[in-house]
């Protein structure tokens, strides 16, 4: 299987080049090759799931290892890969889906596609890469290709979101590069299990280049500092790109690669898994308490997104200081299973919120919740389904977010963080509370008033949403232990056997 | 040591802009000049004192040449740094157009 892995990043490229050039010829070509791509991608990481177990690498341009040190390009698919490729081409898949009539309305629909395909092509790359300069590559591949779409519309508000993405994301890139930068210079290699094995350097050294990575990475997850960008830019995207977005891109680009750096690169340090557990548990109440007083529909979620990737930076945190302070394995495989359950599940509840808002704006324009109202009767596919997207995310039963949320907050509580746990529950109050709000002003209130008749949206577009709202319900299955250990336990195992992951890749 | 020192304040120079200028495209000069430094900062890291290019040739001596892979990846980051300013340049123009102006206390349809 091991000769499949490159297509993850050679099937988009190539799509998105194809699209460009014959894509001209050819009316609504870009739609149909995107979603086959998509489509295929998912069935690919669905097949690498269910057959292979351990870590897979394959070996860019077939150069052998010189005695030791690797000299190719290595890219490398182990358990926490796989979920995130699941989770980028699946949810791609359904967005892309969702676009199909979404878009119409742009007069460069075309570029769109092309756009999108790119930013697959670049978090693929990312999640698979195995070393760290063509992390830094891929990450402009798909950062770039994302503040395109943030301003795809060129509406006054877009435009202005988008520099502020941009500027801020250039910082974080720079950021990176000079990390990258440092790393190089203290263990003269890039591939990422080499300089697992050629570290450990001083501790000073260490720290300073992982503050450098934490804050360039942090500013791309939007961890509660660094989330200034994140509400403008998620609220003024097109909605299927918000969906992206918030669904897919700040874990693939932003997670992902702190979990992978922390754990698999870095040995473990007490001082970063506490920086990381505070700044987890700060974005979680801050991005909730900011999320109540917001108005317009999809900045109220993006605020929702800060604070629920707030809980998985805190889950990840407390599995940290466990494994800093040798404390029991089992507890914190728990952590880490609730922060992996939590990232796989916020991604479908989080874009189909977004997919609603989308909808809700497609029909009447409006994105004030205080012109909204009584959207029940005249979208009941719109309202049904996000009404499930919000129990879900606010953690009520039988629905995902619930047990992943009892998850971590059991682990907290294992961990003996009382105030941590104390706080999650909180918090998930306060989802709650702005989730109501959300439901009660779009769907439930009295009528606003429109100016053309309101419709249901177009097939597509509620096909997309029934499919996310039955994996609302379906990812709850991912509590029972054969499927858990299917699909979730691979990559609890990267993360807690952290330091098996050079021998793994390298032999 | 002293290259890496002025490295270093040619990386806050371009901070600073970043931080205090008010203007789009003084803003994105500042982005420009903090690139130059990484860049240059990854270049030094590579180069040896009287040392030789990596070509086999000649003069070529196996412990005294210029280290290419930073070379190398500065390149790429030349690249996608040209990107990112055209990018930042492009959105500019785009926002001068909407707004008439590049002052960055002006553009500001979007709050909280």
């Known amino acids: ?34 979603l086959i791509e998509l489509l295929f991608l998912t069935c690919l990481t669905l097949v690498f799931i269910l057959n292979s177990k351990g870590t897979l690498s394959y070996n860019v341009g077939g150069f052998p290892d010189v005695g030791d040190i ?53 978090m693929n790359g990312m999640v698979i890469s195995g070393d760290i300069f063509n992390i830094y590559v891929f990450l402009e591949i798909a950062a770039i290709s994302s503040y395109i779409l943030v301003a795809f519309g060129v509406e006054k508000h877009q435009l202005e979101a988008s520099f502020k993405y941009q500027v801020l994301g250039c910082l974080a890139s720079l950021l990176i590069l000079l990390a990258i930068g440092f790393i190089y210079w203290g263990t003269g290699t890039l591939n990422i299990a080499d300089i697992s094995r050629q570290l450990p350097y001083s501790a000073n050294f260490i720290k300073f280049v992982s503050l450098l990575f934490l804050v360039g990475f942090g500013l791309k997850a939007a961890i509660f500092p660094f989330h200034s960008w994140l509400p403008d830019a998620h609220s003024s995207a097109p909605s ?21 750096l922390f754990f698999n690169m870095f040995a ?23 999320a109540i007083g917001q108005w317009d529909m999809k900045r109220l979620l993006a605020y929702s997104s800060i604070s629920q990737m707030g809980y998985v930076v805190m889950a990840v945190g407390i599995g940290m200081t466990i494994m800093v302070k040798d404390g029991s394995k089992t507890i914190a495989a728990f952590a880490f299973l609730g922060a992996l359950l939590h990232l796989l599940n916020h991604s479908v509840f989080k874009s189909l919120l977004f997919l609603n808002a989308g909808a809700v704006e497609y029909s009447t324009g409006i994105r004030d919740m205080r012109k909204l109202g009584g959207l029940a009767e005249k979208m009941p596919i719109t309202s049904k389904t996000s009404l499930i997207a919000s129990l879900s995310i606010s953690g009520i039963p039988p ?23 104390f706080l999650a529950v909180a918090v998930s109050v306060v989802t709650i509370s702005y989730f109501m709000k959300f439901q009660k002003y779009i769907f439930y209130n009295k009528p606003g008033e429109y100016d053309n008749q309101i419709k249901e949206v177009p097939a597509p577009m509620s096909i997309a949403m029934v499919i996310l709202a039955l994996l609302c319900l379906m990812l709850s299955l991912m509590v029972i232990p054969s499927i858990r250990d299917q699909f979730i336990f691979p990559a609890v195992n990267v993360l ?5 992951y050079s021998t793994a890749v390298l032999g | 040591m002293i290259p890496f020192i ?43 004192e009287g040392g030789t290019a990596p070509i086999f040739a000649e003069k070529f001596h196996l412990n005294n040449y210029v280290d290419p892979l930073p070379q190398a ?40």
């Not at chain 1, 619930?402 to 009382?418: D, E, G, N, Q, T």
């Open chain 1, 240 to 260: 299927p790109i918000s969906a992206m977005l918030s669904g897919v891109l700040i874990k693939a680009i932003g997670l992902y690669v702190i979990f992978r």
């Open chain 2, 73 to 112: 990846m500065i390149l790429t980051a030349i690249v996608i740094g040209l990107a990112t300013t055209a990018l930042l340049l492009a959105m500019a123009i785009r926002l001068y157009r909407k707004y008439g102006t590049f002052d960055i206390r002006k553009i500001n349809s979007l709050k909280g």
């Open chain 2, 6 to 48: 002025l490295c270093l304040i040619l990386f806050l120079i371009g901070l600073y802009g970043i931080i205090t200028q008010k203007n789009l495209i003084k803003i994105i000069i500042g982005l420009a000049i903090m690139e130059y430094s990484v860049n240059l900062f990854l270049i030094m890291i590579g180069y040896i």
């Open chain 1, 70 to 122: 690797p000299i190719a390009i290595y890219m490398v698919m182990d358990g926490l890969t796989k979920l995130l490729l699941l989770i980028i081409s699946a949810v791609g898949f359904i967005t892309a889906l969702f676009s199909i009539s979404y878009t119409r309305e742009y007069t460069a629909e075309r570029k769109f596609y092309i756009l999108f395909s790119l930013m697959i092509a670049g």
């Open chain 1, 399 to 421: 629905f995902n977010g619930f047990f992943s949320k009892l998850i971590i907050i059991l682990a907290a509580v294992r961990a003996h963080y009382y105030w941590l746990a």
């Open chain 1, 268 to 290: 473990l340090n007490a001082d970063i898994a506490m920086t990381i557990l505070v700044l987890g548990t700060l974005s979680m109440i801050i991005g909730g308490l900011m």
């Open chain 1, 1 to 34: 299987m091991n000769a499949w892995i490159p297509l993850y990043v050679v099937i988009p490229l190539a799509s998105a080049f194809i699209m460009a050039i014959l894509g001209r010829l050819v009316k609504n070509m870009g739609k149909v090759i995107l």
């Open chain 1, 496 to 500: 807690i056997k952290n330091l098996q």
